[in-house]
């Protein structure tokens, strides 16, 4: 049966009650970066995990183009991992 967990790279790098005055997010593609190769992959690996779908959002947030009441332009990377299972 598959299990689907969603997870939140800035959450998985920064701990919220031991760093209680960072009220910022990391950097996206920092983060998901770190958490791709430093996690998932070691996970993959250990054959934990056998599919995994990383998608990478950012945002350019300008205070001048908020202020002008302007749409924020997104844009959002997806990449499909899969480990290959071996038929045993």
Not at 33 to 46: D, F
Not at 47 to 58: I, M, N, P, S, W
Not at 69 to 86: K, N, T, Y
Request: glycine residues 10%; hydrophobic residues 40%; charged residues 25%.
């Amino acid at each position: 049966m598959d299990k689907t967990e969603f997870n939140d790279c800035g959450l998985m790098v920064f701990d919220r009650d031991r760093q209680k005055f960072a009220m910022a997010g990391g950097s996206g593609c920092g983060c998901s970066a770190v958490v791709t190769y430093g996690h998932i992959l070691k996970k993959m690996k250990q054959k934990e995990l056998d599919r995994v779908l990383v998608v990478a959002t950012g945002a350019l947030q300008s205070p001048l183009t908020f202020q002008q009441g302007e749409s924020i332009p997104c844009i959002a990377h997806a990449v499909a991992l899969e480990r290959e299972v071996g038929s045993a």
